[in-house]
């Protein structure tokens, strides 16, 4: 009998449990627990001296370099700056070791999320070897504590499919939708401004910001702008004018995004793992290995 080997497939994944999806109850959890995993407070004023905003950004933008060049789970980029954003809120850091802290969360996010999380050594790699494995298995110890070992954070992806299935979609358009949503949730989560907004609210901006940018109200009327976040508003339980706002805030955060090129197209070819065999000097895309100078 011939016997076959799936360990050297690239991605494995759990399929998606439909009991869950469809129970409200799942949903009402995750709206009753998600605010227990928001930053205590807006760290920049009140926590942070050496670390300003900016840093954040850039350090943030590496990271969901880093995990798209890993092909690590959608979810595990968007977990890794709720555990940053989550130390930072309680614990003093100098600037010096934020890309140090951005590595660590991403190793402990890929644990949780990846059937193959990034190794040390590559996250290592991915820094130009600025940082050594023994430096991230220390300091993935002190995040840990800091956060008090709850490590299994409500992030806006875990709202995306509770949201798409209660909303008039037509099916052939469910799969790009959640690619949009996935996309505008990542790049809500490079940006401080929207860290203390709830993942029920972000989730629902984002997946509010995909139907529109991919006009789907021209065939639906239900899925009109204004009708359209009324029925985000009443799926998660939120303020209709506090969710516009969000999605207001959102298309700013693009907008932002897109005047400062940091979204363009790598060039053809270019990785973290090519650029730093080849031992080139300075970074010239955001996929190359480097390291976060602030």
Same mark, same amino acid.
């Given at each position: 009998?011939?016997?076959?080997?799936?360990?050297?497939?690239?991605?494995?994944?759990?399929?998606?449990?439909?009991?869950?999806?469809?129970?409200?109850?799942?949903?009402?959890?995750?709206?009753?627990?998600?605010?227990?995993?928001?930053?205590?407070?807006?760290?920049?004023?009140?926590?942070?001296?050496?670390?300003?905003?900016?840093?954040?950004?850039?350090?943030?933008?590496?990271?969901?370099?880093?995990?798209?060049?890993?092909?690590?789970?959608?979810?595990?980029?968007?977990?890794?700056?709720?555990?940053?954003?989550?130390?930072?809120?309680?614990?003093?850091?100098?600037?010096?070791?934020?890309?140090?802290?951005?590595?660590?969360?991403?190793?402990?996010?890929?644990?949780?999320?990846? =059937?193959? /999380?990034?190794?040390?050594? *590559? @996250?290592?790699?991915?820094?130009?070897?600025?940082? &050594?494995?023994?430096? $991230?298995?220390?300091?993935?110890?002190?995040?840990?504590?800091?956060?008090?070992?709850?490590?299994?954070?409500?992030?806006?992806?875990?709202?995306?499919?509770?949201?798409?299935? =209660?909303? /008039?979609?037509?099916?052939? *358009? @469910?799969?790009?939708?959640?690619?949009?949503?996935? &996309?505008?949730?990542? $790049?809500?989560?490079?940006?401080?401004?929207?860290?203390?907004?709830?993942?029920?609210?972000?989730?629902?901006?984002?997946?509010?910001?995909?139907?529109?940018?991919?006009?789907?109200?021209?065939?639906?009327?239900?899925?009109?702008?204004?009708?359209?976040?009324?029925?985000?508003?009443?799926?998660?339980?939120?303020?209709?004018?506090?969710?516009?706002?969000?999605?207001?805030?959102?298309?700013?955060?693009?907008?932002?995004?897109?005047?400062?090129?940091?979204?363009?197209?790598?060039?053809?070819?270019?990785?973290?793992?090519?650029?730093?065999?080849?031992?080139?000097?300075?970074?010239?895309?955001?996929?190359?290995?480097?390291?976060?100078?602030?």
């Amino acid at each position: 009998m011939e016997l076959y080997c799936f360990e050297s497939d690239p991605v494995v994944r759990a399929q998606v449990d439909p009991n869950i999806l469809c129970d409200s109850r799942v949903l009402q959890s995750l709206l009753t627990i998600e605010e227990r995993f928001l930053p205590r407070c807006s760290y920049f004023q009140r926590v942070q001296q050496d670390i300003q905003p900016y840093m954040r950004r850039m350090v943030a933008g590496w990271m969901h370099e880093v995990c798209e060049e890993a092909k690590s789970n959608e979810d595990v980029f968007p977990l890794a700056i709720n555990y940053m954003d989550r130390f930072l809120a309680v614990m003093p850091t100098r600037k010096s070791v934020l890309q140090l802290l951005g590595a660590v969360c991403m190793f402990l996010a890929s644990k949780l999320k990846d =059937s193959r /999380p990034i190794s040390a050594e *590559k @996250l290592c790699m991915y820094t130009d070897n600025s940082i &050594t494995p023994r430096e $991230l298995l220390d300091w993935e110890l002190v995040v840990l504590c800091k956060l008090k070992w709850d490590m299994a954070s409500v992030i806006p992806n875990d709202f995306i499919e509770h949201i798409i299935r =209660s909303l /008039p979609l037509p099916k052939d *358009k @469910l799969a790009i939708i959640r690619k949009h949503t996935q &996309t505008f949730i990542a $790049l809500c989560a490079t940006d401080d401004r929207l860290a203390m907004n709830p993942p029920s609210m972000i989730a629902s901006g984002s997946v509010g910001a995909a139907i529109c940018g991919l006009q789907l109200d021209h065939a639906d009327q239900r899925l009109s702008q204004d009708n359209l976040t009324v029925l985000l508003a009443k799926i998660t339980n939120t303020e209709v004018d506090c969710l516009r706002a969000c999605q207001e805030q959102i298309e700013q955060v693009l907008a932002a995004s897109l005047q400062r090129g940091q979204h363009c197209p790598p060039e053809p070819g270019a990785s973290a793992g090519h650029k730093a065999r080849e031992q080139q000097d300075q970074a010239t895309t955001p996929t190359d290995v480097r390291d976060v100078n602030l």
